[in-house]
């Protein structure tokens, strides 16, 4: 899940009132398989849609009270089938979110309580949502099949140019490298080693002069890939960039990774717009096949509303 912070977050936060201080001392409005939801916990998760997705207070709780019964019928799921998430994989999704908006995570668990919502609401959402991907891949088999027909039928309402031609990019990979356990002050004396590096870059045939005046940087050989084949974050900065070029740096378990974009060519075939279809129909099978199966457990699941 990608957490979006808009712009009215900090007012927003200031405007809310932050929850009485006894969790205990809430009114239970729910019951999903002997697990209770309190007034509490909707409050806190309806907080969370408001600072996150601008939505409503009414519509907010509305949602909150469904999400927390789906999270519960989720995870009893989960249970059933032997699926255990572990705290670091709540943590490290935590942990990412923290990362996508530019926060350290004990920045965005302070932004949340300002909020007047607690760290745990969100990780509380997570587990629910790490557990239930796991369901899913066990229940599917982490594939999901689209008629060949149904990828036709969506090439034919594209624009004739597109589907004529992909992209393909030649990269390198670029790491500044940060031993473990290094000291902030090397950390920050290395990004700014990155910067200047990103700054000087010119293209990546003459690039060992430029590399020669920093220790411990290495270039890895990426190859051709088609822009298909890019995570969509990285996809969208090199195509804003021209051959010669650095990412931006970013962090890494052995330091700071930029990608060198040394060239790019545009190829006759529809094979990037057709994947990108395919993962769009595989994306709405795989949503279908989610409520679905949702369904089928909610019916099977002991609900109780008071």
């Known amino acids: 899940m990608r957490l979006r912070f808009v712009p009215v977050f900090f007012s927003l936060a200031l405007a809310l009132a932050l929850p009485f201080s006894g969790a205990a001392l809430a009114a239970i409005k729910v019951i999903v398989n002997d697990v209770p939801i309190t007034d509490y916990d909707i409050t806190q998760r309806a907080r969370l849609i408001t600072l996150t997705q601008r939505k409503s207070a009414s519509i907010a709780k509305r949602e909150a009270e469904q999400e927390?019964?789906?999270?519960?019928?989720?995870?009893?799921?989960?249970?059933?089938?032997g699926v255990?998430?572990?705290?670091?994989?709540?943590?490290?999704?935590?942990?990412?979110?923290?990362?996508?908006?530019?926060?350290?995570?004990?920045?965005?668990s302070k932004a949340l309580s300002s909020g007047g919502v607690k760290p745990d609401t969100l990780k509380n959402r997570l587990k629910a949502q790490i557990a239930w991907n796991q369901?899913?891949?066990?229940?599917?088999?982490?594939?999901?099949e689209v008629d060949e027909s149904d990828i036709i039928a969506a090439l034919k309402k594209t624009d004739e140019e597109d589907r004529q031609k992909s992209v393909e990019y030649d990269l390198k990979r670029v790491i500044v490298v940060v031993p473990k356990n290094s000291s902030g002050g090397f950390k920050s004396k290395r990004k700014q080693e990155s910067n200047q590096i990103r700054a000087a870059f010119s293209g990546c045939?003459?690039?060992?002069?430029?590399?020669?005046?920093?220790?411990?940087?290495?270039?890895?050989?990426?190859?051709?890939?088609?822009?298909?084949?890019?995570?969509?974050?990285?996809?969208?900065?090199?195509?804003?960039?021209?051959?010669?070029?650095?990412?931006?740096?970013?962090?890494?378990p052995v330091g700071y990774e930029m990608i060198a974009l040394c060239?790019?060519?545009?190829?006759?075939?529809?094979?990037?717009?057709?994947?990108?279809?395919?993962?769009?129909?595989?994306?709405?099978?795989?949503?279908?096949?989610?409520?679905?199966?949702?369904?089928?457990?909610?019916?099977?699941?002991?609900?109780?509303?008071?």
């Open 263 to 306: 060239g790019k060519r545009e190829i006759a075939s529809d094979i990037a717009v057709r994947t990108e279809l395919e993962n769009e129909l595989r994306a709405k099978e795989g949503a279908s096949q989610s409520r679905r199966y949702l369904m089928e457990i909610r019916r099977r699941s002991t609900i109780i509303y008071r």
């Open 84 to 108: 255990e998430v572990s705290q670091s994989e709540v943590d490290n999704a935590y942990n990412n979110i923290a990362r996508n908006v530019k926060m350290s995570p004990s920045q965005l």
């Open 205 to 252: 045939d003459d690039s060992g002069a430029i590399l020669g005046k920093y220790s411990e940087v290495v270039v890895q050989p990426i190859g051709r890939r088609l822009e298909t084949e890019l995570p969509k974050g990285l996809r969208t900065e090199i195509q804003s960039m021209e051959p010669g070029k650095l990412t931006k740096p970013t962090t890494t």
């Open 68 to 81: 927390l019964v789906d999270d519960q019928v989720k995870l009893a799921e989960a249970q059933r089938v």
């Open 135 to 144: 369901v899913l891949s066990r229940r599917f088999s982490g594939n999901i």
